[in-house]
């Protein structure tokens, strides 16, 4: 089958369209034959840091093509998308069948290829902590509200009843962000950036979704007490600076998660709660993927480019059936 994997290089790797050996599937797994890949950081931090031959690609969308003797929940023919140990940018993919959520007819099967890593980060960063029924009320602070995470993150915390504030750096940011449904934006850019946030919020806030973990201290700064704030994903960075004492003032607390180093069981239990407590909201069209950008996989390191920029809005798609030799 063909492939986008990674060409070792002695300064930086790359990628490149290469045939590659079809995978095999076990007796728990299924075979997917990928319509559509999404683009996430984890594909940056893998090109960058893997050895020769590695196929990239955390989430993807699909029809199932094949399945394992003991897999009796999934059938040939089957709508899919699925968290992935890796193996996305390629023709077809081997997935443990615990890993797949599954997509009706009205759902467009390329944009849903961008749902599964974002609704398992945010169903971990905000209700797998909480009983949802206990969140309802509360205000949310979500940053990057034009991102893949969080348009759908403004989606679902409106579903469950919170209320929203949308940090935003780009200049049509508040008119998208309040299409997404957020009840509050702000220019995360700005100097007065906390200020903003507390002055229309009129209290402080009660979570705080920080995908980057770029801007922790302004974070806790509008927080109230005993706020939580959760970051997804260090986006490669290995350290960030902490203000203990602000931490303690508030009795703030800090907490993240990275779902790729999850093993197979706690991750198959992730995607189990996603697919009884969040996958109704898709299934109902109440969270809806948002895609701007969509190449063929052979684009891949356009793509990657693109998403370093962090400008696009909703996540970025890279599409199998225009694979071209």
Same mark, same amino acid.
């Given at each position: 089958?063909?492939?986008?994997?990674?060409?070792?290089?002695?300064?930086?790797?790359?990628?490149?369209?290469?045939?590659?050996?079809?995978?095999?599937?076990?007796?728990?797994?299924?075979?997917?034959? @990928? =319509? &559509?890949?999404?683009?996430?950081? +984890?594909?940056?931090?893998? #090109?960058?840091?893997?050895? *020769?031959? %590695?196929? !990239?690609?955390?989430?993807?969308?699909?029809?199932?093509?094949?399945?394992?003797?003991?897999?009796?929940?999934?059938?040939?023919?089957?709508? @899919? =998308? &699925?968290?992935?140990?890796?193996? +996305?940018?390629?023709?077809? #993919?081997?997935?443990?069948? *615990?890993? %797949?959520? !599954?997509?009706?007819?009205?759902?467009?099967?390329?944009?849903?290829?961008?749902?599964?890593?974002?609704?398992?980060?945010?169903?971990?960063?905000?209700?797998?902590?909480?009983?949802?029924?206990?969140?309802?009320?509360?205000?949310?602070?979500?940053?990057?509200?034009?991102?893949?995470?969080?348009?759908?993150?403004?989606?679902?915390?409106?579903?469950?009843?919170?209320?929203?504030?949308?940090?935003?750096?780009?200049?049509?940011?508040?008119?998208?962000?309040?299409?997404?449904?957020?009840?509050?934006?702000?220019?995360?850019?700005?100097?007065?950036?906390?200020?903003?946030?507390?002055?229309?919020?009129?209290?402080?806030?009660?979570?705080?979704?920080?995908?980057?973990?770029?801007?922790?201290?302004?974070?806790?700064?509008?927080?109230?007490?005993?706020?939580?704030?959760?970051?997804?994903?260090?986006?490669?960075?290995?350290?960030?600076?902490?203000?203990?004492?602000?931490?303690?003032?508030?009795?703030?607390?800090?907490?993240?998660?990275?779902?790729?180093?999850?093993?197979?069981?706690?991750?198959?239990?992730?995607?189990?709660?996603?697919?009884?407590?969040?996958?109704?909201?898709?299934?109902?069209?109440?969270?809806?993927?948002?895609?701007?950008?969509?190449?063929?996989?052979?684009?891949?390191?356009?793509?990657?480019?693109?998403?370093?920029?962090?400008?696009?809005?909703?996540?970025?798609?890279?599409?199998?059936?225009?694979?071209?030799?």
């Amino acid at each position: 089958m063909e492939a986008m994997v990674v060409k070792k290089k002695w300064f930086s790797n790359s990628l490149e369209h290469r045939k590659v050996i079809l995978p095999e599937i076990k007796d728990n797994e299924v075979m997917i034959k @990928v =319509c &559509a890949v999404g683009v996430n950081w +984890g594909d940056i931090i893998d #090109v960058v840091t893997s050895d *020769d031959g %590695l196929c !990239p690609g955390l989430e993807c969308s699909g029809i199932i093509e094949a399945v394992g003797r003991n897999v009796i929940s999934w059938k040939i023919g089957q709508r @899919v =998308c &699925a968290i992935l140990q890796g193996g +996305g940018y390629a023709e077809k #993919v081997d997935v443990p069948a *615990d890993f %797949l959520l !599954p997509l009706p007819d009205d759902i467009n099967l390329a944009d849903a290829a961008g749902l599964p890593f974002a609704s398992c980060s945010i169903w971990l960063a905000l209700f797998k902590m909480h009983d949802p029924k206990t969140l309802r009320g509360k205000t949310v602070l979500i940053r990057e509200g034009t991102s893949g995470v969080g348009a759908l993150a403004i989606q679902f915390a409106k579903y469950m009843g919170l209320r929203v504030i949308a940090a935003t750096g780009r200049r049509d940011g508040f008119y998208i962000c309040r299409g997404f449904g957020a009840d509050i934006c702000v220019n995360h850019k700005s100097r007065d950036f906390v200020w903003d946030v507390l002055v229309e919020n009129e209290a402080d806030v009660d979570f705080v979704i920080d995908y980057g973990a770029s801007d922790l201290r302004r974070n806790f700064e509008c927080c109230g007490s005993r706020g939580k704030v959760v970051i997804i994903d260090l986006h490669g960075r290995d350290h960030t600076r902490i203000d203990l004492a602000l931490l303690q003032k508030n009795q703030a607390e800090i907490k993240a998660f990275d779902l790729r180093s999850r093993d197979l069981d706690d991750k198959a239990s992730v995607i189990a709660e996603v697919r009884t407590h969040f996958w109704p909201a898709v299934l109902r069209k109440k969270v809806v993927p948002q895609v701007e950008y969509r190449f063929p996989v052979t684009k891949a390191p356009k793509a990657l480019k693109l998403l370093k920029k962090n400008g696009s809005i909703g996540k970025i798609i890279l599409c199998m059936s225009q694979f071209q030799s």
